[in-house]
T-cell receptor, first 111, second 113 residues
């Protein structure tokens, strides 16, 4: 199956700075890469996703980049705000139907 | 519209008891997934339903775990003879037919004493 590694496990940034979270995957057949944000006591919420035929996707302050050759993808959050504080999970969809998740990054934005 | 709902939100049980967790997917979504999230960990796939096809049970950790999906909608995850290591948040997600995007419910926090 797929193996997704995520770094860092914790990340603290000053409000207004950028945050970058990186993930690697093992199976070159993976073709769908979503990012989820999970706030305390809630289920994961999709914030952005990218497919293997695209190298970059942006939605306001959030962007995701994909390097298929190196088998890694990254989440970029610019102009961070306190409400961005949460746990972020990357995932990859292999030839199977389910998602394989990274172990999460706890982002803290310091006001 | 309504999202994925799960009940109960919290469940405390004694070791050895059986528990049932319920998931109501988004209306019209044909695919339904169960995941388990242990404290501080990522999400672990348990089981997948797609329409009337046989479910993919490859993620179930033991034969104490089972799930059903009645009428292609509501799903119930059953854990028999619960153990302390079963304590976790159980998350349900659904997606439309041939869709990749999975929408998650709020989860059920299970505590086995």
């Amino acid at each position: 199956g797929e193996n997704v590694e995520q770094h860092p496990s914790t990340l603290s940034v000053q409000e207004g700075d950028s945050a970058v979270i990186k993930c690697t995957y093992s199976d070159s057949a993976s073709n769908y890469f979503p990012w989820y944000k999970q706030e305390l006591g809630k289920g994961p919420q999709l914030i952005i996703d990218i497919r293997s035929n695209v190298g970059e996707k942006k939605d306001q302050r959030i962007a995701v980049t994909l390097n298929k050759t190196a088998k890694h993808f990254s989440l970029h959050i610019t102009e961070t705000q306190p409400e961005d504080s949460a746990v972020y999970f990357c995932a990859a969809k292999w030839r199977a139907n389910n998602l394989f998740f990274g172990t999460g990054t706890r982002l803290t934005v310091i006001p | 519209g309504a999202g994925v709902s799960q009940s109960p939100s919290n469940k405390v049980t004694e070791k050895g008891k059986d528990v049932e967790l319920r998931c109501d997917p988004i209306s019209g979504h044909t695919a339904l997934y169960w995941y388990r999230q242990s404290l501080g960990q990522g999400l672990e796939f348990l089981i997948y339903f797609q329409g009337n096809s046989a479910p993919d049970k490859s993620g179930l950790p033991s034969d104490r775990f089972s799930a059903e999906r009645t009428g292609g909608s509501v799903s119930t995850l059953t854990i028999q003879r619960t153990q302390q290591e079963d304590s976790a948040v159980y998350l349900c997600a659904s997606s439309p037919f041939r869709g990749d995007t999975q929408y998650f419910g709020p989860g059920t926090r299970l505590t086995v004493l």
